[in-house]
């Protein structure tokens, strides 16, 4: 009971720590900016307001963000995604408040985008020095979490191995509950099975427990509430353990509808903040490299126009973002010809419709360039899955699982897949799975960073494949 009481102490004092630091850090960081920008530190009235008044406003949004729960357990990306949303909704509310009393005049706009990403920059680093002190002591045995599993199921034993895997999250598994009587006083990997729901509830009474995870089938749900009205006047925390692990889920996650908690089975990564990061990205980069690049695309249209006769770009129907039809854009590589119906037939080695100019734009993938305009349309990314002609949809939604997928995000001119050596033609079912393999992988595990790494890798590797003709 004293360890319980000493961690409770220690973790108060964390937060206490952190929640005096962050404002903290927001003065701090408009004071440093000063003194690079302006070279003093005689800070005119109007910025000390603007610095104090951040302070407050930020003494008042950071713990209604959740900056402030405990991120136990919880992936990393958690918390740049809770203060890339807070510390700029009160850089928001500071512009809103300068505008309103009309001396944003007063204030230079290099020092306060300055002091925004600044104090972006030290908030993050902040929560990483204190995220990794605290899995240091949870390694060495301090800050820890004793719980019990309730249920001994192929749930509750993979729940026990995870944490188990995963020591520095801080949890330890005290011991299995179980309503079954011919499982009591056995153990699972050193772990003893105590009881059922009497004993469980006859142990919370007497302390030492800080969590229960309830780890039944939904078909347990009398149980559930069995032990949540028993435990009514306890103050342990109690989870239950949705079993997703017998579906094959994507992107999964949990929602609020109507106040109501539901289940994302299949999601796509780009809502919210994610949405407008990818948007502003995609909007950013292409316009920039569109502009670098439009030269040499103009080169091109030209020397398309001098190789054979025909458009030098042209536009084939393929699947967008949810699936939806859009035009992609393509410098034309192939002499003009007429395919039967909506049939697509895939580029192959020693190809005779490709003209001599066409195989060299195709290997070094300059024939994409134009996609750039499909990007700045809103209709494809700079970094996605590879949109696929629409009869090959047809042809492996049926033969390779979660296809369709990939179409949970715009389609993108370079990716995860291409960069990893799957592009060009897919002439074999296996090609085809290893690169929806990877697009899946990449929805995933979406974020700003894994995409700057997938373009980097596209300048340097990505242009040209083996498998291209």
Not at 164 to 187: A, M, Q, R, T
Not at 241 to 262: E, K, M, Q, T, W
Not at 302 to 307: E, G, N, W, Y
Not at 392 to 407: G, I, S
Request: charged share 20%.
């Amino acid at each position: 009971m004293k360890n319980l009481q000493n961690n409770e102490e220690g973790r108060a004092i964390i937060f206490a720590m952190v929640r005096l630091a962050d404002p903290l850090f927001v003065l701090f960081g408009g004071v440093i900016v000063y003194w690079i920008y302006f070279g003093h530190l005689n800070m005119p009235t109007e910025y000390r307001t603007a610095l104090l008044t951040g302070v407050v406003y930020s003494l008042l949004v950071f713990p209604s963000m959740g900056m402030y729960k405990s991120i136990r357990g919880k992936n990393p990306i958690y918390l740049v995604q809770v203060i890339t949303m807070a510390w700029p909704l009160v850089a928001i509310m500071l512009m809103a408040t300068s505008v309103l009393l009309k001396n944003s005049a007063y204030y230079s706009r290099i020092w306060f985008g300055s002091w925004v990403l600044l104090t972006w920059v030290l908030l993050l680093l902040l929560r990483a020095v204190i995220s990794r002190v605290l899995r240091f002591a949870r390694k060495k045995g301090w800050n820890r979490k004793q719980v019990v599993i309730y249920g001994v199921g192929e749930l509750g034993k993979r729940l026990e191995f995870r944490v188990k895997e995963d020591s520095e999250i801080g949890f330890d598994v005290d011991s299995y509950y179980d309503d079954n009587p011919d499982l009591h006083g056995g153990s699972i990997n050193g772990i003893v099975i105590k009881g059922g729901i009497d004993s469980l509830c006859e142990r919370v009474n007497n302390g030492g427990i800080q969590e229960i995870w309830v780890a039944l089938p939904l078909r347990s749900a009398d149980k559930v509430k069995d032990l949540i009205f028993r435990l009514r006047h306890s103050t342990v925390v109690v989870r239950y353990v949705l079993n997703v692990f017998g579906f094959r889920l994507f992107n999964h996650s949990l929602s609020d509808i109507a106040g109501i908690p539901v289940l994302d089975l299949n999601n796509s990564p780009m809502v919210g903040v994610n949405k407008l990061v990818k948007g502003a990205e995609d909007i950013i980069l292409g316009f920039l490299i569109l502009l670098l690049i439009s030269p040499l695309m103009l080169l091109i249209a030209i020397a398309v126009k001098l190789d054979s006769k025909g458009p030098a770009i042209f536009k084939q129907r393929r699947h967008g973002f949810d699936g939806q039809s859009i035009n992609v854009y393509k410098f034309r590589t192939m002499r003009v010809h007429q395919e039967s119906g909506t049939q697509v037939t895939q580029a192959k080695k020693n190809d005779t419709r490709i003209t001599r100019l066409g195989a060299f734009l195709r290997a070094t993938s300059l024939d994409e360039l134009p996609q750039f305009f499909n990007v700045l349309q809103g209709k494809m990314s700079i970094v996605g899955p590879r949109p696929h002609a629409i009869s090959h949809n047809e042809e492996y939604k049926e033969q390779v699982a979660m296809y369709m997928q990939r179409h949970k995000v715009k389609p993108g001119i370079t990716g995860w897949a291409q960069i990893n050596g799957w592009r060009g033609e897919t002439d074999t079912l296996y090609k085809m799975q290893k690169r929806i393999e990877h697009d899946l992988y990449y929805i995933e595990n979406w974020s700003l960073f894994f995409d700057l790494k997938i373009i980097v890798a596209t300048v340097f590797k990505g242009f040209i494949g083996k498998n291209v003709y």
